[in-house]
């Protein structure tokens, strides 16, 4: 059984598309989502609408909060600001609903998803250093967990101590536990333009982080004709 792992999608519809045809390709049968469907990008119902048609387990991320609610906006940077009104404006109260009844943390067989942290799953922090790791693998009871929020995949794993795993597929030694960045489908922050996701072979005991190539110029052009900032479209094609 192989599940496709993936998240912070940010409404780039033409990431997201790429990343299951990707994921097919590879006979994944399953599908998780690790949040952060909404937000940045241009086609925030359309991504709702694909993956809720995957009928796949779902967690909350600080966007989709952000999106579900009618207050102000605080703590978020100006172009999420700007694009986070406009989201607001796109989503039909149905949609709202349904992302701010998605839970913070779920366990999916034998591994977890949350999409910041597990030691304060509601504070989204951002875990970017062994030292950050280690407070999550405190509060994880399943040997993986899966997340996302920094936008740039990695796979922390723990025996004695917490060490960041070199390359791009890990193959799960028994006794360690995982803690597994997925990065993002819709707004690489790693300099890599490209969408990312996991798999997860649960038969093999593998992870693998996929790179995946979309249509950037139609996000591009989604992003400008929606009167949403340029440098939102800009910093897909950096990967920043
Ligand atoms: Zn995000």
């Known amino acids: ?39 940045y990008n241009a086609n925030p119902r ?23 609610l009618d207050t102000d906006l605080i703590g978020l940077n100006p172009l999420a600001e700007q694009s986070m009104k406009w989201t607001r404006e796109q989503l039909t109260n ?3 609903e349904y992302l701010s009844d998605l839970k913070l943390v779920r366990q999916v067989r034998d591994f977890t998803i949350v999409h910041a942290t597990l030691d304060t799953p509601p504070g989204w922090g951002y875990v970017t250093s062994k030292f950050d790791a280690l407070a999550s693998f405190s509060y ?11 936008h740039t995949p990695v796979f922390y794993s723990k025996s004695l101590s917490v060490e960041v795993e070199d390359g791009l597929k ?43 190539e979309y249509d950037l110029h139609t996000a591009q052009k989604k992003i400008l004709d929606a009167g949403l900032p340029e440098m939102l479209a800009q910093r897909l094609e950096l990967g920043k």
């Open 1 to 39: 059984m192989k599940f496709a792992i993936f998240g912070d999608i940010h409404a780039n519809l033409e990431a997201l598309e790429a990343v299951l045809a990707d994921a097919a390709d590879h006979d994944c049968s399953h599908h998780v989502c690790i949040g952060d469907i909404v937000g």
């Open 140 to 150: 994880q009871y399943t040997p993986l967990c899966f997340f996302g929020h920094t």
């Open 46 to 68: 359309e991504c709702l609408e694909l993956v809720r048609s995957l009928e796949c387990p779902v967690v909350k991320g600080n966007h989709d909060e952000e999106a579900s």
């Open 170 to 212: 890990v193959e799960i030694e028994q006794g360690k536990k995982y803690f597994t960045n997925v990065g993002s489908v819709g707004q690489p922050r790693d300099g890599d333009p490209r969408a990312s996701y996991c798999i997860y072979d649960m038969g093999g005991q593998r992870m693998i982080n996929r790179r995946v």
């Open 94 to 96: 149905e949609d709202k």
